[in-house]
């Protein structure tokens, strides 16, 4: 099983040529609404990558919690809910180019109290981002760590996070602004500087993958590293992307897959997702599988 930590979000998108500036209205082309909130996205892409998913999470007592519920339970995500007199946090974005206004919510009455042992300690991972409250995120590794569970955290968004908030997580994934932000440098700006960047984060974690968008992806353990290209697809969507990578490589690295395996399995899992509109858009195992297949073919 799986243990999934983290938000649950409605996530509002309007299509808009460009953000307004202050006092400023722009009118959009295009309105989504669905289920968001790095958690639940990442919860539905472990379910449809072949994962048993347990999800621990906060949603309000209203329509956006009850349709939540309703698509994640429907992915067949198991849930233990804890009940907040907050709103569900809500997600509102200007489609397509990912700048993401947040309203945390419900995600913030998720305490590190709700994360026992004993809800952990059959788990074969735990995966969890940073969309909660930071006491909440930090206790739940530690109490994994402690319980023997492999914890896999996916470090965005990092905010003031530093590597010593960390302590205790197994396999850290980041982006390569966030990588940067760790290392208190700049951002990654070639594969070469990732791979240096992600062997230096190795001092600190066991195992780092580091994605770079149309770069590919950088992994690397004290011994190995090595990069998994990035495929080229049409996108239509980039968001949640990020979430099916790391619910796809939590799955993948639970059935005992190499890293190098499971990042491609997970790299494929990420362009599958950005072929529609939304955030909980991850693929299916099967298409994760038929993809990796045709390329072959194609190669
Ligand atoms: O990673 C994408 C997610 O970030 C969106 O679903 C939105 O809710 C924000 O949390």
Redesign the pocket.
């Known amino acids: 099983m799986i243990t999934v930590i983290g ?1 649950i ?1 409605w ?1 509002v998108a309007l299509r808009v040529q460009a953000l307004p500036l202050p006092g400023e209205t722009v009118v959009g082309s295009e309105l989504h609404t669905g289920l ?3 958690g ?2 990442q919860a539905i892409a472990a379910a449809r990558a072949g994962g048993n998913v347990t999800m621990i999470a906060s949603v309000g007592e209203d329509e956006a919690g009850r349709n939540a519920v309703r698509c994640l339970t429907r992915e067949g995500v198991t849930l233990q809910l804890q009940p907040s007199s907050f709103p569900t ?1 809500t ?1 509102v ?1 200007d489609e397509g180019q990912n700048s ?1 206004m ?1 309203y945390p919510g419900a995600n913030l009455s998720l305490l590190p109290e709700h994360v026992t042992k004993e809800k952990l300690e059959t788990s074969k991972a735990l995966l969890l981002q940073l ?1 909660l409250a930071k006491e909440t995120w930090q206790g739940a590794i530690r109490t994994a760590s402690s319980a023997g569970v492999l914890v896999v955290v996916n470090a ?1 968004p990092l905010q003031d996070a530093t590597l010593a908030d960390f302590t205790g997580a197994d396999i850290i994934l980041v982006n390569e602004i966030e990588a940067g932000q760790l290392l208190g440098r700049s951002r990654a700006k070639t594969p070469a500087q990732a791979l240096e960047y992600a062997q230096e984060l190795c001092k600190t974690f066991p195992t780092v993958v580091m994605t770079l968008g149309g770069d590919g992806v950088v992994w690397a353990t004290e011994h190995k590293r090595g990069l998994v290209p990035a495929h080229e697809v049409e996108v239509v969507d980039t ?2 992307a ?2 099916a990578f790391a619910g796809a490589l939590t799955v993948a690295l639970v059935e005992g897959k190499s890293l190098e395996d499971a990042v491609t399995f997970a790299n494929a899992a990420a362009a599958l997702a950005t072929f529609a509109f939304g ?2 858009t991850s693929p299916r195992r099967e298409q994760v599988l038929e993809f990796l297949q045709s390329r072959l073919h194609h190669a």
């Open positions: 938000s979000n996530d968001g909130g790095k639940a996205n946090g997600a974005s993401i947040i969309e965005s968001t949640g990020g979430d955030a909980a």
